[in-house]
């Protein structure tokens, strides 16, 4: 558990188990802390190295703008300083958008991506997520000091005063338009996207976010040799806020990371 200097930012992360690394990304306004069983389980047969994003957790926030991009500069960054060579990536929804941008931006440093719970265009999401998007700033912050997400940040953060700075750059960054359709679509390495079968994503995202990685345009035949390399994984009975306590989740990446097919 330590700090990597990288970008200008003070990186916290920790790393767990043994084995081939992972690299684990968080959600928004959440630490490491909130992976629970999911960290403990991955841990059991790899290296886990779990990143606490700008202005999350013990990482403390800096004179820039939170955008996927940057974040994505500085676990690359950290994963060319630990000297790992390519690795699995996984990240849950605002991880999740970084852990894309980490493939798109550098794709030397991803061997296998999983993407849990994203949008891969801003209007992906559900009307009434980007309404609470839009909402997002220092008024909210104030009342969210109610909730688990700032106790948890309370508990570890350099700075407990920036919770409010944390709520109000996440909100302009939620409010910015993006499209990575074209990007995702090049992405290289071999992809698994992951959803609740209620998320805060319409099924029909999720269907055209599969076709951009070649899904589910034809049938893969008797033997599956027209089956794609990618993946599409919908688990039931989950929310989007409570996806990563879904007791099938770390098989499910398990299945999918050890899989030798190309």
Known sequence: MTYAEVNG??????????????????????????????????????????VELQGHGHTADVGRPLRYETMADDVSALIRQL????????????GAGTSLRVAIQHPDVVRRLVVISMAVRRSGWFPEVLAGMVQLGPEVAEGMKASPLYANYARVAPRVEDWPVLATKMGEMLRRDYDWSPEAARIQARTMLVYADADSIPISHMGEFYALLGGGLRDAEWDASKRVANRLAIVPGRTHYDITAAPSLPGLIEDFLDDAGA
């Open 9 to 50: 930012v003070s990186l916290w992360y920790e790393e767990h188990g043994a084995g081939e690394p992972l690299v684990l990304l968080h959600g928004g306004f959440w630490t490491i802390e909130m992976f629970g069983g999911l960290l403990t389980a991955l841990a059991a047969r790899r290296r886990v190295i779990a």
């Open 83 to 94: 000297g790992t060579g390519p690795v699995d990536v996984v990240g849950y929804s605002l």
